[in-house]
């Protein structure tokens, strides 16, 4: 009887064991893959927002208070009521400076700025793609102070900026903000800017104000010089490589009305020695920048350029400098970030004979706040996968009207959703743009829905009537490969 309990009781006890073995075993397995499937479907958020157009001059009569005062005094001055002449005082600037709309008062950059706080509180980190000043910023300058001494006009300019800038970062604090200039943003000009100037010096530090102390003086050194900057992003081994294309656009000059290459060559160099650094140290990147490359096919195609007939498309920049140089380190770039056309938009650069599905450059255009083009208002609220550097998904959040008064922000459209698409990758917009091109009178839902988000807010069913030569200049950056492409496809 002993015996038996002696072999039960060892029995029960190896039972015990084994049993204990295989739930550790099956509860490692269950972790291991909860952390699998957490890394895949884990996200950061971030925003994504550009052409901010803030427009000082609204109220001239305030606009000589903002330049008497420093920027950090701005939001207590412009949130005092209108003055009482305002309309008649900005009327006569507007009649001195014609514009082709209203850019962003402070009502509308404020209710943007509260939107931003409620639906991107989660927001890690924001980049801003450049056009922080208004249109026409000179000109009503000039108007507003006509007797303005050597100096005071680069002065506005810089706080105005910093004013933008700082008033982002008060609206998500602790999120860094990463801001690029575009062809506005000067001190002498739109598309005018020196390289090596006082004010891409002055301004680096205001833009460079977020980073650790360790990168703040290289960032700041290398912007003065032309107006580029690499800062470490809250990803996994990720950089944000940020450039000024002004140069490299096809309308640049000197702020003394002259072109040079000397600066866009510059900066295209300091580009692809980011770049080798980076595969060689196994880097991920990001780039962003102002002006898109490529073919301006709205331009193209509402001037009723006959490309075929062997006249030359509207571009963007001036060479081909930035794509080929980009399309060649899709293997290092996981995101592209552009503006400047005020539109919802996406691109795809690709190397020349690409043999793959993986290669080329995925291309975010993020939309504007400005709705000087009669779109609404809107903002980009990204999600990305912090380990591949992905951007995942993202929604865009629109505004009911462009004056900031009684406005109400709501979701207008989710990529994913809409495009059936689990991230925004190369092969994805590769994938996006094929069905575009397949569909070349636009009835599918896809192309729909890019036709119906593109003018966020404000459906700009002119893009339909040229959608196959549209939908050619997604992916084709160079002008003669866009020719051979509109030529091709179907009215």
């Known amino acids: 009887m002993f015996g038996i309990r002696v072999a039960v009781y060892r029995f029960l006890k190896i039972f015990a064991i084994l049993a204990f073995l295989a ?3 099956a509860t490692c397995s269950a972790q291991s893959s909860q952390k699998s499937e957490g890394s895949s479907a884990r996200t950061m958020t971030a925003l994504f927002v550009s052409d901010i157009h803030f427009e000082p001059f609204w109220d001239p009569q305030k606009t000589v208070q903002l330049a008497a005062a420093p920027a950090a005094q701005w939001k207590t001055i412009l949130a005092t009521p209108d003055s009482a002449d305002r309309e008649a005082r900005f009327a006569s600037v507007e009649k001195a400076c014609p514009t082709r709309g209203e850019d962003t008062t402070y009502k509308l950059f404020d209710s943007s700025l509260r939107a931003i706080a409620s639906n991107a509180a989660r927001a890690k980190f924001v980049t801003v793609s ?3 000043i208004a249109h026409s910023f000179t000109c009503k300058f000039n108007a507003v102070f006509p007797d303005a001494k050597p100096g005071d006009y680069q002065a506005f300019v810089e706080k105005t900026i910093e004013f933008v800038v700082n008033s982002l970062r008060e609206a998500l604090p602790g999120a860094p903000v990463y801001a690029a200039l575009g062809n506005n943003d000067s001190d002498c000009g739109d598309y005018q800017l020196d390289a090596n100037g006082a004010f891409l010096a002055a301004t680096g530090q205001v833009l460079a104000a977020d980073l650790p102390a360790s990168e703040k003086k290289q960032a700041e050194s290398d912007f003065s010089d032309g107006g580029y900057m690499s800062v470490p992003l809250p990803l996994e081994h990720t950089r944000l490589l ?7 656009s096809r309308r640049y000059q000197s702020c003394g009305g002259k072109s040079d290459s000397a600066p866009a060559a510059a900066q295209i160099a300091w580009l692809e020695r980011q770049l080798i650094d980076a595969r060689h140290n196994k ?11 490529g073919v301006d096919a709205y331009s193209t195609a509402t001037k009723g350029k006959n490309i075929c007939a062997g006249n030359s498309p509207t571009m963007f920049l001036s060479s081909e400098a930035l794509p080929e140089t980009m399309a060649k380190y899709g293997d290092v770039i996981k995101l592209a970030i552009f503006a400047h056309t005020h539109m919802d938009e996406l691109r795809l650069l690709e190397p020349a004979n690409a043999g793959s599905e993986e290669q080329g450059v995925a291309v975010k255009m993020v939309a504007s706040i400005s709705p000087v083009d009669g779109n609404n208002p809107s903002f980009t609220v ?3 996968d912090p380990e591949s550097a992905t951007l995942k998904d993202y929604k865009v959040f629109v505004a009911s009207n462009q004056t900031g008064i009684g406005t109400s922000w709501t979701e207008e459209y989710d990529f994913a959703k809409a495009y059936n698409k689990t991230e925004f990758s190369a092969a994805s917009i590769r994938s996006l743009i094929a069905d575009f091109a397949a569909d070349p ?13 593109y003018g966020s807010g404000e459906t700009l069913r002119e893009l339909q009537l040229f959608w196959p ?3 050619c200049a997604l992916k084709n950056d160079a002008g003669e490969a866009f020719a051979a492409c509109a030529c091709s496809a179907k009215p």
């Open 130 to 132: 450049g056009d922080l």
């Open 469 to 471: 030569i549209y939908v």
């Open 23 to 25: 739930l550790a075993i």
């Open 441 to 453: 009178a636009a009835q599918t839902e896809k192309s729909q829905n890019f036709i119906r988000n």
């Open 242 to 248: 940020v450039l000024d294309d002004i140069f490299m």
């Open 382 to 384: 990204a999600e990305i």
């Open 283 to 293: 880097e991920k990147i990001w780039v962003m920048t102002h002006i898109p490359p």
